[in-house]
């Protein structure tokens, strides 16, 4: 069982950057495809963005193409998303997931962190 844990979110700026961690113990993530969702108030959960279990891949839903960007760590056991040209519509909690790119296929969730983006 792997279990996940983030930290990074907070109070930005529209236009402003956050990076989003997501510490992963229990087993290595490098075998599994990691992934962020997020989920806005009164929204249902939805998919940002996906690292492939061999790193070679990654995927983003539309909107947050050409700003954000998902890394790891291997080292650290750690993965990353890196949210630049913040937008008030990118408020929400943000999960790290694991095991898959749609929220039937994720095996394992995050606590949530918090994004909140002030125009």
């Known amino acids: 069982q792997v279990q996940l844990v983030e930290s990074g979110g907070g109070l930005e700026q529209a236009g402003g950057s956050l990076r989003l961690s997501c510490a992963a113990s229990?087993?290595?993530?490098?075998?599994?495809?990691m992934g962020w969702f997020r989920q806005a108030p009164g929204k249902e959960r939805e998919f940002v963005a996906a690292?492939?279990?061999?790193?070679?891949?990654?995927y983003y839903t539309d909107s947050v193409k050409g700003r954000f960007t998902f890394s790891r760590d291997i080292a650290k056991n750690t993965v990353y998303l890196q949210m630049n040209s913040l937008k008030p519509e990118d408020t929400a909690v943000y999960y790290c997931?694991?095991?898959?790119?749609?929220?039937?296929?994720?095996?394992?969730w995050g606590q949530g962190t918090q994004v909140t983006v002030s125009s």
């Open positions: 997931a694991c095991g898959g790119m749609t929220v039937r296929d994720v095996g394992a």
């Open positions: 229990g087993r290595t993530f490098s075998s599994y495809t």
């Open positions: 690292i492939s279990a061999d790193g070679a891949s990654t």
